[in-house]
């Protein structure tokens, strides 16, 4: 019984801790309150640091902190939250800091509800604070993912620099599935920017502040070829039954379970569906969408929002076919049906 | 002797600022400068230069870092204390300065200074009140003096319009957790000396890990003021000092409370604590079917949650695959809980269960709520002990039980959702009885309640075997 069924929102906490997370950060918040109520638990349970910050402004703040000092640092929010941190985003970026921030999407704007939405796409995947800068986004579409992509995030955070985010929604926040844990502790390295409070690490500086024009001009494009590095190196995706795809649907989260179970439906009544499902929401798989665009007819990307993601399917795949949005909002989930018989109608026109 | 030799905490050169400079961006007669030399003075003298982290904020000392050589981090507006904490949280040795003027920690850092001292973090803050905000030109401050004109009060403040200037040792000093607080002034030699005993006082608690140590510096901007050094000492003194009182308001032995750091565990027993259970030995592992689309239906408190969970065990006890969501979204209504279990051989792929093939309603809202919903030739459980009414559909099969009654006799009604499963299970064979004994010892907490559950299993199944079987 080496698989164990854990709620999403724990999942996190779990992938976090043996990902070597030792601090976390927070400010509760429905639908990713459980994240910090395992982490509550498990941080400070097992001697890692957990915090309730006074509000999310000071808990992204902690983070960077916390991140100065070479910690592996985290924390959960959901839009609101998020909004509120986006300062604090810009100057991680800024200041290139390793940061992990798992984003269980509600439904907005303002308060919205605390049904799911995917709304935070644009935020999120395009920044979110100012400046020119981009961060990381994963996006699991399942309790075993929510754990893997938080295991994997803070190396990946480390190695370029930047905020990684984990975009998920208040289903994959709430399911229990089968997870396999990993079964490898792994640890912080010692960085040669980080401020230790130590004679080695005295000279370090961290800031986000560069009053030459000159220098934040050099600063910018740097950051830009980075990301750049991060397109060619980090960009993730899953594809099902594309081999004959006529038709493609595009999805995340839980809009992606959502297709999947439509692709089998649709197969079922002769209808030669597939699914690209990127797991990587930047860097984009652009390049894949484009060649799968001289293959099928049209792609359908499904979300719960006003079609954010779908902009930039149109951008990747240059506009050489039609993309077509199913769209839900306001805390309303598509059954399958709904999907199936809709895209049945688009697919056979 | 070397009078006026520079603080070994201080960089020599200034080469952030740019190569080979010997000189501060502060204008002449400022505080700054004098703040600076006391906090370099007493990290020298403490021998703790390698150990510190100097938080500079935003404002006009956000450029600290061209100074102080010690670990630099900059923050943003406000947040120079959350931004200590982190660091604080990160490396238990460091001492921490958290630098700040009257804008950024009266102002737009109100929350994160108030937080910060009431958890009695571990920082020297150090709060620049020099009623205006400098960096930005000479607005209003928190702190500006009620008539005082600036670039946003041009005709000065009043209090109806702007309210009174704030007091933060007077605030602070309502906090249990802090251990020093002390307001000390730059307006004189004399002054200057009990403020470079507050600032060693302040960083010597760090050492001793006292805890939250605060030294409010009334500090003069003579620029901004619209005065000459000299003059705006004098206006230090004689305007500044009558509202914000000198002195010490608290100087704590002990500090109220010490945060416990608890040892990191090891590796092997992180690995431990998220361990999965050990092999159940199950007797048989019946093949499944058809996938399974279950809705379990109650009102809140019945147990339906964890019934959903209980079935989701068996299911990968049995090595199959599963999905357990709560009810959540547009399907919640009419004030019933429920939970939606996917059991498949296959990768789930919408976890949503939408069209039931078998409706465990526990109350009668959830039969009204859920009945249409079950596909065609699917099965709804009927819980007779709350529903009077009968299914109106022909198209299911209904299974009538009384499971309220049946886990009453068992010894707990709450155990009317295991009753209803072992008939579940019973019914359609997904997953075996023996599974369902061999994991609700896992997943009940109250060791008390394993055998009445278990019990409540058992007079489900015979009762299932002598009034279900069989029945349409």
Same mark, same amino acid.
């Given at each position: ?9 724990? !999942?996190?906490?779990?992938? *976090? ?26 941080? @400070? ?67 919205? @509800? ?42 990946? !955070? ?61 600063? @910018? %494009? ?14 993730? %995706? ?6 004959? *795809? ?96 809709? *895209? ?6 | 002797?070397?009078?006026?030799? #520079? ?53 006009? &000392? ?137 600032? #060693? ?32 000492? #004098? ?70 949650? &964890? ?129 369902? #004994?061999?994991?609700?010892?896992? &997943? ?29």
């Amino acid at each position: 019984m080496d698989r164990q069924l854990i709620k999403g929102n724990e !999942a996190v906490v779990f992938g *976090a801790l043996l990902g070597g997370a030792t601090h976390f950060f927070g400010y509760p918040i429905t639908p990713a309150s459980e994240i910090a109520h395992a982490a509550a638990q498990y941080f @400070n349970g097992t001697g890692r640091c957990f915090l309730q910050a006074e509000d999310e402004v000071n808990a992204i703040n902690m983070i960077y902190g916390a991140a100065s000092a070479g910690a592996r640092v985290m924390t959960g929010s959901s839009g609101p939250g998020i909004a509120l941190m986006a300062e604090g985003v810009s100057y991680l970026a800024g200041a290139e800091l390793p940061a992990v921030i798992v984003d269980v999407q509600r439904a907005g704007p303002g308060l919205g @509800n605390i049904w799911a939405e995917q709304s935070d796409y644009n935020m999120v995947v395009k920044g979110g604070g100012h400046g020119n800068y981009r961060n990381i986004v994963l996006a699991p579409f399942s309790a075993q993912e929510m754990c893997d992509f938080t295991y994997r995030a803070f190396e990946i !955070a480390e190695k370029y620099r930047m905020t990684v985010f984990i975009l998920t929604d208040a289903y994959i926040g709430q399911i229990m599935e089968p997870v396999l844990l990993p079964r490898e502790v792994r640890h912080a390295p010692r960085h040669d920017w980080a401020v230790y409070a130590d004679r080695e690490s005295r000279g370090n500086l961290v800031t986000s502040i560069l009053m030459s024009t000159e220098l934040l001009s050099e600063h @910018n %494009w740097k950051l830009q070829e980075k990301y750049k590095k991060v397109e060619a190196e980090l960009v993730e %995706w899953e594809e099902y039954e594309t081999g004959d *795809a006529e038709y493609l649907f595009s999805a995340f989260g839980i809009c992606a379970r959502i297709c999947l179970s439509a692709v089998h439906e649709l197969r079922n009544k002769g209808i030669k569906a597939g699914l690209l499902r990127p797991k990587t929401l930047f860097p984009f798989p652009e390049k894949r969408f484009r060649e799968l665009a001289k293959q099928v007819k049209s792609v359908v990307v499904v979300e719960m929002n006003n079609g954010q993601m779908a902009r930039d399917v149109e951008h990747a795949v240059r506009c050489s076919i039609p993309v077509l949005r199913y769209n839900w909002m306001g805390g309303m989930v598509p059954s399958t049906q709904e999907v199936t018989e809709r *895209a049945q109608k688009d697919m056979r026109g | 002797m070397v009078k006026h030799a #520079k603080p070994r905490a201080f960089y020599d050169e200034f080469f952030r600022r740019g190569p080979g400079e010997k000189n501060t961006t502060y204008c002449p007669g400022c505080g700054h400068g004098n703040a600076h030399k006391l906090i370099a003075e007493a990290i020298t003298e403490l021998g703790i230069q390698d150990r510190t982290v100097f938080i500079s904020p935003v404002g006009c &000392s956000v450029f600290a870092y061209y100074y102080f050589d010690t670990g630099n981090v900059q923050a943003a507006h406000g947040r120079a204390p959350a931004v200590a904490t982190g660091v604080a949280r990160a490396r238990e040795d460091a001492i921490l300065i958290s630098y700040q003027g009257d804008g950024d920690l009266a102002g737009i850092g109100m929350g994160a200074i108030m937080h910060a001292a009431n958890r009695g973090e571990h920082m020297a803050v150090f709060f620049i009140n020099n009623a205006i905000y400098g960096m930005t030109g000479g607005q209003m401050a928190p702190t500006t003096l009620v008539g005082q004109r600036t670039l946003t009060t041009p005709d000065g403040r009043t209090a109806g319009r702007e309210g009174f200037p704030i007091g933060m040792c007077e605030i602070l000093d309502k906090l249990t957790a802090p251990v020093f607080i002390e307001r000390v002034s730059l307006g004189d030699p004399g002054r200057i000396i009990r403020a470079r005993r507050a600032v #060693k006082k302040a960083l010597t608690n760090q050492v001793d890990r006292k805890g939250f140590s605060f030294v409010e510096i009334l500090s003069p901007c003579p620029i901004n003021w619209k005065m000459t050094p000299v003059e705006a000492r #004098k206006w230090l003194i004689a305007n500044l000092e009558p509202l914000f009182p000198l002195g010490s308001f608290r100087n704590l032995e002990e500090p109220p409370a010490a945060y416990g750091y608890r040892k990191p565990v090891s590796d092997q027993e992180l690995l431990e604590i998220f361990a999965a259970e050990k092999s159940l030995n199950l007797e048989s592992r019946r093949g499944l079917v058809e996938d399974q689309y279950v809705k379990i239906a109650g009102f809140g408190g019945q147990g339906v949650m &964890s019934a959903g969970v209980l079935l989701a065990n068996c299911a990968i006890a049995e090595e199959n695959n599963a999905t357990w969501l709560p009810s959540y979204g547009p399907e919640m209504r009419g004030g019933t809980a429920n939970a939606g279990v996917i059991v498949s051989r296959d990768q789930i792929g919408s976890p949503v269960v939408d069209h039931a093939n078998f409706l465990i309603a526990m109350n009668g809202p959830s039969l009204d709520s859920f009945e249409d919903s079950v596909v065609p030739g699917g099965t709804i459980l009927v819980n007779t002990s709350l529903i009077d009414r009968k299914v109106r559909r022909s198209d299911v099969k209904v299974l009538y039980a009384p499971l309220t009654e049946i886990a009453a006799q068992a010894g707990l009604t709450a155990a009317a959702t295991v009753a209803a499963l072992t008939m579940y299970a019973a019914e359609t064979g997904a997953v075996s009885l023996d599974t369902i #004994k061999k994991v609700i010892p896992l &997943s009940i907490k109250k060791k008390s309640l394993i055998d009445v559950n278990i019990k409540a299993v058992d007079l489900a199944a015979e009762y299932h075997a002598n009034n279900l079987r069989g029945q349409i």
